[in-house]
């Protein structure tokens, strides 16, 4: 089996690389990462906050043979009281940041991820910023379950090469909570978060 696996940025894939032998190889001029796990051949790639590097090109390079699942994960932003930090979701669709499309997650690979223990929601929602104060959380869980950035474009571009696509996610932050960061500020033009700009905003505010 050959899975591909997105994360925005490295801090969301440290923990689990930690655990693996996962080797650091170039495509297209992207950074990606392989390693056997379960007998699965599985590739990870890092597309950036909001998928803003040019993972397409790289993730067809990768999949010169059809890949049987590719899974967006990471983390994100819980949009209902019920959805706790460090639990983990499965969803049946994305949408789209216009919310006038959703990109669909496979049944099966969502019913074994069930089974792995993830909790089964109706929706992520793909926004085109950073969700930042809990009064915007609580308009957004009008409909959906939780908010990234990349899933909607991951599942519908990597159905393209993929028998299966899915999306995962652990909540970072619950519904009740504003981030202490403008995390829409602190973000290259890659989609990779800027320590500078970071302590630019901890200085101001501390």
Known sequence: MRILVTFAVQAEFAPWRALRAFRRMQTRGLEHFV???EGAEVHVLLIGIGGKKPWLAAARAISDSKLDLAISTGLAGGLKPEHKIGEVLVAEK???ARRDVAARCDLSAVETAVSLGAKRVSCFYNANHVVLSAAEKRETGGFADAVEMEGFNVLAEGAMFAEKVVAIRAISDTVEEDLPLDFNRVTTDSGEVSL???????????
Do not use: F, M
């Open 35 to 37: 390693a056997e796990v």
């Open 196 to 206: 500078a700009r970071v302590l630019g905003q901890v200085t101001a505010a501390p």
């Open 94 to 96: 994305v949408l789209s």
